[in-house]
């Protein structure tokens, strides 16, 4: 089992930068993943990436923004989120994979982070 811990959520300006980072405890040798749920939606994916960190995938509305990357050395994964949309604005989730394959789907998704808001304002 592992355990994830989301921050860099908060309040920015369309066209601003924010840079979320999960902090993973416990078993790490998970593929890893972001995932957001803006109000009265359903959770959607946003990027993953493999466990080698060779396999990198984003949603269509966040790629040429957003950014993710992981360090297997301090057990992070971390979404640098640029040229932000008020349709970015959710509550953003950290999700480890199931196996070492990146978790683009929900079912692809083992452990959960608590979710760390992301608002941006027109």
């Known amino acids: 089992q592992v355990q994830l811990v989301e921050s860099g959520g908060g309040l920015v300006q369309a066209g601003g930068s924010l840079r979320l980072s999960c902090a993973a405890s416990g078993r790490t040798t998970y593929a890893m993943g972001w995932f957001r749920q803006a109000p009265g939606k359903e959770r959607e994916f946003v990027a993953a990436l493999s466990w080698s960190g060779l396999s990198i995938y984003y949603a269509d509305s966040v790629k040429g923004r957003f950014t993710i990357s992981r360090d297997n050395v301090k057990n992070s994964v971390h979404l640098q989120m640029n040229s932000l949309k008020p349709e970015d604005t959710a509550v953003y989730y950290c999700?480890?994979?199931?196996?070492?394959?990146?978790?683009?789907?929900?079912?692809?998704?083992?452990?959960w982070g608590q979710g760390t808001q992301v608002t941006v304002s027109s």
């Open positions: 999700a480890a994979g199931l196996t070492r394959v990146a978790p683009k789907t929900l079912p692809d998704v083992g452990s």
